[in-house]
């Protein structure tokens, strides 16, 4: 199984990215998609997941980012809007498909004028 990420790149503050996540493999049933960050010098951190049909955003993102997935494609989706400086990271995407938890190989936002 692999996660291919995409849609990383450089935006002003108040911009906009999406992000794009899609599964490829032997994958049976997938119990959780999701998007992580880790800013430089911090930890990783949860952003967003969708499990089971429904969604949790990290207070920092909520209002703000919108995870989604497709079922058909096996990919998951994460619109950033307003965007700040604060949001600069590698964003991660996961796929927990028991017993296996997949990484994807991280994409760069950086939020900068």
């Known amino acids: 199984v692999q996660l291919q990420a995409s849609g990383g790149g450089l935006v002003q503050p108040g911009g906009f990215l999406r992000l794009s996540c899609a599964a490829s493999?032997?994958?049976?049933?997938?119990?959780?998609m999701g998007w992580y960050r880790q800013a430089p010098g911090k930890q990783r951190e949860l952003v967003a997941f969708?499990?089971?049909?429904?969604?949790v955003h990290a207070e920092s993102v909520t209002g703000r980012f919108t995870i989604s997935r497709d079922n058909a494609k096996n990919t998951v989706d994460l619109q950033m809007n307003s965007l700040k400086p604060e949001d600069t990271a590698v964003y991660y995407c996961k796929v927990v498909s028991p017993p296996y938890t997949i990484w994807g190989q991280g994409t760069l936002v950086t939020v900068s004028s």
């Open positions: 969708i499990s089971g049909g429904s969604t």
């Open positions: 493999g032997s994958l049976f049933s997938i119990a959780l």
